[in-house]
């Protein structure tokens, strides 16, 4: 099955820096591929995904690319500010339909210190 | 109201005990899951149901069974806890071919402790 490899597992920034985590998957079938956002307390949520035929996709301050031949993608935060802290999940699935579950990765805490 | 529910949302019980975490939606979709959450290990699939009648294993199904009693409840019990279940469980939902696509809404977790 699918295995999805995520680095770092903590990660501290200054406010105002960017934050990157990185994630790597096994199935080159896999062609799909969301980050969550889990908050102390609650359920994970999505923030942003990206389709195998995208390289790249942006939505304000946070940035998904994805490198197909490599088999690694990574989530790009922007201008971080104290509410970025959070856990992050990246996850990867094989097409849609019958197909669609999600294998995750093993989270970044990440910390934005002022 | 919350769109996803679980109840309930803390549980302390003893090895051994037979306990069922429920889980609720109001957001029409078809396909729910349960997932286990412990730390440095991420999010685990239990089982997934993509209609009433359809349920199937996920990556760590041994010690866990499911009930799909109507599209908006999807129950996991564990049959006889064991102190290794200890974790946070998470009950999520999807609907493909909605506006949503293939994400997934998750509730807001039952933290379980078997001693």
């Known amino acids: 099955g699918e295995n999805v490899e995520q680095h770092p597992s903590t990660l501290s920034v200054q406010e105002g820096d960017s934050a990157v985590i990185k994630c790597t998957y096994s199935d080159s079938a896999s062609n799909y591929f969301p980050w969550y956002k889990q908050e102390l307390g609650k359920g994970p949520q999505l923030i942003i995904d990206i389709r195998s035929n995208v390289g790249e996709k942006k939505d304000q301050r946070i940035a998904v690319t994805l490198n197909k031949t490599a088999k690694h993608f990574s989530l790009h935060i922007t201008e971080t500010q104290p509410e970025d802290s959070a856990v992050y999940f990246c996850?990867?699935?094989?097409?849609?339909?019958?197909?669609?579950?999600?294998?995750f990765g093993t989270g970044t805490r990440l910390q934005v210190t002022l | 109201d919350a769109d996803v529910t679980q109840t309930p949302r803390n549980r302390i019980t003893k090895t051994g005990k037979r306990i069922m975490l429920e889980c609720s939606q109001t957001k029409g979709h078809d396909r729910m899951y349960w997932y286990r959450q412990d730390p440095g290990l991420g999010l685990r699939l239990i089982y997934y149901?993509?209609?009433?009648?359809?349920?199937n294993k996920g990556e760590i199904s041994d010690g866990y069974s499911v009930s799909r009693q109507a599209q908006a409840k999807f129950s996991l019990s564990l049959e006889s806890a064991i102190p290794n279940q200890t974790a946070l469980y998470f009950c999520?939902?999807?609907?493909?071919?909605?506006?949503?696509?293939?994400?997934?809404?998750f509730g807001p977790g039952t933290r379980l402790t078997v001693l």
């Open positions: 999520a939902t999807s609907d493909p071919s909605g506006r949503g696509g293939n994400e997934q809404f």
């Open positions: 149901s993509f209609d009433v009648k359809d349920i």
């Open positions: 996850a990867a699935s094989i097409g849609t339909g019958t197909a669609s579950k999600l294998t």
